[in-house]
């Protein structure tokens, strides 16, 4: 079944006179009844009964043009949809981002963009690092803000910002009066990390062997949030990056001098891979607006 055959039905079903169907169709006459016949061909029924010079639906073709109005109306409507996600103004952006910056600066991105660009649709993904590259790798999201994308061939990959890693400790610490501190200094203590897989746990362990020592990790955790609070309750120390909803009552912040204690965040997009008006749009404002200059 021809895509033109339906449509041509359509016509005929609405006029109900193949004269003119042909002529509103900008064909011959033997050439549309050809295509109708082989659509009854095709379906094994008569669409049509004769009267005349006019024709009229039958019982099977009023069931036929009630699915064809159906799909012809869905076909059209997808085309709508289809337009308006090519207006960068009322397109929509998928975007991934790591847990760590969901409280602050996802949010702050996204109001100074929506401030220009209110009827942009941003469909959000919180995810891990690798999870976020496997979803940008097989098409489920535009961009992803993560830590960097070095051993996924295709992705690109472009720094932002650095942000620094703070040790906390509990604000009854020994070492909470300190304003910093060196790695070394929490050989000894229980450490608080995130569970392998996840990067901040990658660099953890990176910085902890350059500082010449192998952790004593006591808990894994998924959150900063969850990571904090069991710093709060005096079970470790950890190594994190610094969060408004960490309560500094409970947690002191310490600036870590040797070795340098620092995370970097980029954006990631798949190369080659054709992105929205409005993607496109999203990806040079965030450059635009969040890249510091080195």
């Known amino acids: 079944m021809e895509w033109q055959q339906i449509e041509y039905f359509q016509v005929v079903a609405r006029l109900q006179h193949m004269t003119q169907a042909a002529e509103a169709l900008s064909i011959s006459q033997p050439a549309l009844s050809r295509s109708i016949a082989r659509l009854e061909e095709e379906l094994g029924v008569s669409l049509f009964e004769r009267q005349g010079r006019n024709i009229i639906l039958n019982q099977y073709g009023k069931l036929f043009l009630k699915h064809v109005n159906r799909i012809l109306k869905e076909i059209e409507e997808t085309k709508r949809e289809i337009q308006a996600l090519l207006d960068p103004e009322y397109g929509e952006v998928s975007l991934g981002f790591l847990h760590t910056l969901g409280v602050n600066m996802v949010p702050d991105i996204l109001r100074t963009f929506q401030c ?74 229980p450490l608080i990390s995130y569970k392998p897989g996840f990067e901040l746990r990658k660099i953890a362990d990176k910085l902890c062997r350059k500082a010449n020592f192998t952790p004593n990790i006591t808990f894994e955790g998924e959150e900063v949030t969850t990571l904090a609070g069991l710093v709060a309750a005096g079970l470790g120390v950890a190594l994190l990056p610094d969060q ?30 054709y992105l929205s008006p409005a993607a496109t749009r999203f990806k040079d404002f965030v450059f635009s607006h969040y890249k510091v200059a080195e």
Not at 131 to 145: F, K, M, T
Not at 248 to 271: D, F, M, N, T
């Open 244 to 273: 408004e909803e960490i309560d500094s009552s409970k947690v002191a912040k310490l600036h870590v001098s040797w070795p340098s204690c620092e995370r970097q965040i980029g954006l990631s997009w798949y190369e080659d891979r």
């Open 116 to 189: 220009n660009h209110p009827h942009t649709k941003i469909k959000l993904y919180q995810n891990n690092n690798i999870s976020l590259l496997r979803q940008l790798q097989v098409g489920e999201i535009d961009l992803c803000l993560v830590h960097h994308a070095f051993d996924f061939p295709h992705i690109q990959w472009e720094k932002l910002w650095t942000e620094e890693l703070f040790i906390m400790v509990p604000a009854s610490h020994p070492l909470a009066k300190r304003k910093s501190i060196t790695l070394d200094e929490i050989q000894s203590e």
